[in-house]
């Protein structure tokens, strides 16, 4: 049989040991599966045991090894980190090899220069697994989607955060007990940081950003808040406002008329986010991930599906090199690069100040339960131009009583005085929480 696309893997976890079964096992695949073959690996321990069946003649300890072998065409990273993965992904690069990463930390922070380096040099650089998993939307997003105006990405895209407000919502559980149950089942890290605080989500929307509106921003400038601090009572409140609760990643372009300035502005932001039971992501529970598209002509586009595990992983990862050998099958090496293909930004864009960033927001606001306290906040928030969506006063008792405010959509200036004056009164008791719906 004719091989005719050698892959060099730097790493032989979780997803390296899933994209050495598929290219393993090629029945019943695309026929080009079976023209692709792993000529050599880099781990970092040669005694581990590994999820998938690999002749120790392969194995290295050092990835340049495999990067520098003449028989690798396509150099794959799935070792993670930061370095040395970034210095590696530019050594294949400046040895003029394709790259495929499912590494949304290095290319979240370092994807423009790794683009100009592969530009450069001639060769793709695909990042499919870096987010959602085994979920096409890199792709769809680069090409697919191609010949709309985006307005705006949501995603649900960590699925560790999703399993554990998806727990809390239907059982009314605890943040620790569930994190707890998430580590044990393999869905939460045992250093769960990068999923809970919001980190991991950044990364992505960063990415999802750049592809979405054709220019990178700063990925460390994202407004970025976990659900550490998210409070029970809030999700239980939601859910009797007809909300779901959910870890929100959206990139959105502000000033939707006017693309001809010289950066576009946009509102880029993670945070818990209310999200009406009528809407698509409000059914996206457990693990599962989604990203729901909204673009000029074609509306609202969900995408949906396993945003993790070996399996989906190394689907997405297979998928890029597939997408690579069939290029160098049809001949095109040495000529210009395919520009759906390439990873280029073709504008400028920045982050908008928070004030201009229009939302519907969530308030609970502890007072005294006392007559005409929701009629004083309700007069301060129409003084500063905030119209209600609605009001509602819970768990009245003698020690107070607890209200709740959405807003329609607004800009947080206005949001922000009308709390300054509200919590100016001798009534209320302070600001218990707040949040942004969709
Ligand atoms: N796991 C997922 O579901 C998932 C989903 C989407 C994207 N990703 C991304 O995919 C990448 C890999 O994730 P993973 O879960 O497969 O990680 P993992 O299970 O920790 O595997 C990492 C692999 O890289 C090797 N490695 C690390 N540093 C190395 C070094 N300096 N030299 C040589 N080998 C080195 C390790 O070797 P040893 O085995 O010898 O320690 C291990 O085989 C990450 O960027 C991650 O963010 C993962």
Known sequence: MVKSIGVGLLGLGTVGAGVSNIIQTPEGRHPLVSEIELVRVAVRDLQRKRGATISPKLLTVNPIDVIDDPSVDVVVEVMGGIEPARSLIL????????????????????????????????????????VGGGIPIIEPLKQSLGGNRIQKVSGIINGTTNYILSRIEKEGAAYREVLKEAQDLGYAESDPAADVEGLDAADKIAILSGLAFGGLINRESIPTQGITNLNIRDVEYAKKLGYGVKLLAVTERIDKSNDSQSSLPLAVWVQPTLVPKEHPLAEVNGVNNAIFVEGDP??????????????????????DILNIAGISKVGSKNKSLDPLLEASSWRKCHLVE????????????KVEDSPGVIGQIGSIFGQNGVSIQSIVQFDASEAGAEIVVITHAVAQGQVKASLDAIQAFKTVKGLSAQMVCI
């Open 298 to 319: 074609i509306g609202e586009v969900m995408f949906y599906g396993p945003g993790a595990g070996a399996g989906p992983t190394a689907s997405a990862v297979v998928a």
């Open 354 to 365: 928070p004030q201009r960033i229009i939302q519907k927001h969530y308030l609970r606001i």
């Open 91 to 130: 050594r294949a690069i400046q040895k003029g090899k394709s790259v495929v990463t499912a590494n949304k930390a290095v290319i979240a922070r370092h994807g423009e220069e790794i683009a100009a380096a592969a530009a450069e040099a001639g060769v793709y650089v695909l990042i499919e697994a870096a």
